[in-house]
């Protein structure tokens, strides 16, 4: 039976460990140096947790709990042995706790996000089998949340193949919300996939779905009609939140509104096309490749400046790990060794506490330092093991 601490290592979760990456092990000391920011991390983040439920954040304590426990898990010093502390049982016991009857995990709001955060967590637990019944239902959960408006089993509405929060009134999917449970169903699948015929008579998300709505997010006019997509060069093969709604800039081009492309989200859409099915021969996934290493930045999230940018950092990190991409190419033909790069922007602004922090952008809830650190030691996860 394949070891769960050994699953946060298969970063493209059907792909071979990345500790079994061919790159040269020429980085013993920068390794160490993750080590202990790793640890410094955690300890912050232990000093955050609600010492009488076991949470971890007040926005939103399921989510936050769950990739504080996704950090904990995939620490480079733990060993696939290693039994869970007492907070960490507190913690997993927390997100037990918020087990709803319809499968989902989550409090009030924002239902799907909380779900996929927590069933990735609940795979890597060690003992993840005790909790078999609550990974299923979670599963079937957030499959049966894929959209499917208007004639059923027809994309013919922007929205058909995504996954939004679940809880809005109205319609609503999103690349970010998708990406998330594209990535929480790999993970899931692979740990399940180990026990026999468990997923024979479960459902499966429609992937073919998911790549076109994947693909109505992305400005690239030979596969995306819809009418916003720009037409200038600079955002070509980008991604913007939603085919009906975007988080970056809109400009006018032509008399009409176009949506620009911007970082964080564009890794989200690479991600998804990745777990999704799709390789590095589709032109779509080569678009989103070449318009992320030409615009790759660790300044800021490209097209939003300081907004998301610790979102921006996590999703490059396991976004490229999955792509199995050891270097980018920028425009100017220099190749860039990206996790060395993002290891050490990462490490040289951790704060004295231990924890990261995002000051100056209090969008999307990156003003908490808890959500911030946890962000970055998920991110550091992936990049450990390729250095």
């Not at 026999?196 to 709505?213: S, V």
């Not at 997010?217 to 009609?225: A, G, H, I, V, Y």
């Not at 955002?235 to 400009?251: A, C, H, L």
Request: charge should be negative.
């Amino acid at each position: 039976m394949r070891n769960l601490a050994l699953l946060f290592t298969l970063c493209s979760v059907t792909a071979a460990s990345v500790a079994q990456t061919t790159l040269p092990d020429r980085n013993a000391s920068t390794k160490q140096e993750v080590q202990l920011a790793y640890k410094r991390g955690l300890g912050f983040l232990a000093k955050r947790q609600n010492a009488e439920t076991g949470a971890w954040g007040e926005a939103e304590p399921v989510a936050f709990t769950a990739m504080a426990l996704t950090s904990c898990m995939a620490d480079p010093d733990r060993k696939p042995t290693d039994p869970l502390t007492p907070a960490q049982a507190k913690g997993y016991a927390f997100l037990l706790k918020n087990v709803q009857p319809d499968g989902g995990i989550y409090v009030k709001a924002r239902a799907n996000y909380n779900t996929a955060l927590a069933l990735m967590a609940l795979v890597l637990h060690p003992q993840a089998d005790d909790n078999l019944q609550v990974i299923l239902k979670a599963r079937r959960y957030l499959i049966g949340h894929q959209m499917d408006l208007d004639e059923k089993g027809k994309a013919d509405n922007p929205l058909d193949g995504g996954i939004g929060y679940g809880d809005e009134k109205g319609n609503h999917a999103d690349l970010s919300n998708t990406h998330f449970t594209l990535e929480a169903l790999k993970y899931a699948d692979a740990f399940l996939a180990d026990r026999g015929d468990t997923l024979k008579n479960e459902p499966k998300l429609n992937f073919a779905a998911a790549i076109e709505f994947v693909q109505r997010c992305q400005n690239r006019p030979e596969s995306n009609k819809q009418p916003w997509v720009s037409t200038d060069a600079k955002d070509y093969g980008g991604f913007i939140y939603g085919p009906t709604e975007t988080r970056g800039p809109k400009v006018d081009q032509n008399g009409r509104v176009a949506m620009r492309s911007y970082g964080s989200i564009s890794y989200a859409g690479l991600m998804s096309y990745i777990y999704a099915g799709l390789d590095e021969s589709d032109p779509r996934v080569q678009a989103a490749i070449t318009w992320l290493s030409e615009n790759f930045t660790l300044d800021e999230n490209p097209g939003m400046g300081p907004d998301g940018q610790y979102y921006y950092y996590h999703t490059m990190a396991k976004t490229l790990t999955a792509a199995k991409l050891p270097e980018l190419t920028l425009k100017s033909g220099k190749k860039v060794d990206w996790r060395d790069e993002l290891t050490h922007k990462l490490l040289n602004v951790q704060q004295a506490e231990g924890n990261w922090a995002n000051p100056t952008a209090a969008r999307w809830m990156e003003s908490d330092p808890v959500l911030d650190t946890c962000y970055v030691l998920m991110g550091l996860g992936h990049v450990y093991r390729g250095l």
